[in-house]
Every structure is written in C-alpha cells, then in structure tokens.
C-alpha cells in the first residue's frame, strides 16, 4: 500500500501537524486503527503528566534530580547522566 503525509490537526493544542507516510506505514504494521489525535509535543506531555516524577538527588554527583519511581531509600538514585556512565561502565 502507497502511503502519502497527511496534513492532521491536534486535538489539544490545534496546532497542524505532519502524519508522515513512514509513519503511517508503522501504524499499519502495528496494527494500530486510528491516526494520532495529537503533535508529538502533546503526545509527549500527555506522557509525561501520566506519570508522578520524584525530586532527589543523585547519589554520585549530587545534583538534584527528577525519577519517575518513588526511591525506596535502599538503593542509590541517580541522574541520567550518571546512570548511563554506570551502565556503560558495567557493558550494559
């Protein structure tokens, strides 16, 4: 199936956005039936108000910090940063 962009208007912010046909190609393969109501910003925010993000501060270079996880207070929390350098350094 020949897929063209599609020009779609955002249920939210009303702002036009582009439905690209590389994307609708991924829809069709997902089997997902609907086009997105939303822009990608408001995708993105409606994503992020789903979840509760937590202040703290990394364990390693102590800035502060936001997690979308309640810290349990047993384990050590850090900074994207410095979680990546950790994950790096363990070949993960």
Do not use: W
Request: hydrophobic letters at 25%; proline letters at 4%; glycine letters at 4%.
């Amino acid at each position: 199936m020949a897929y063209e962009d599609k020009t779609l208007v955002c249920k939210d912010c009303g702002k036009e956005f582009l439905f690209s046909a590389e994307e609708q190609a991924f829809y069709d393969e997902k089997g997902f039936l609907n086009e997105p109501l939303r822009c990608k910003e408001c995708r993105d925010k409606k994503k992020k108000s789903r979840r509760e993000y937590h202040d703290v501060v990394c364990a390693s270079c102590d800035a502060a910090c936001q997690v979308p996880f309640a810290p349990a207070g047993d384990r050590p929390v850090y900074c994207s940063e410095c979680f990546s350098k950790i994950q790096e350094e363990r070949g993960y």
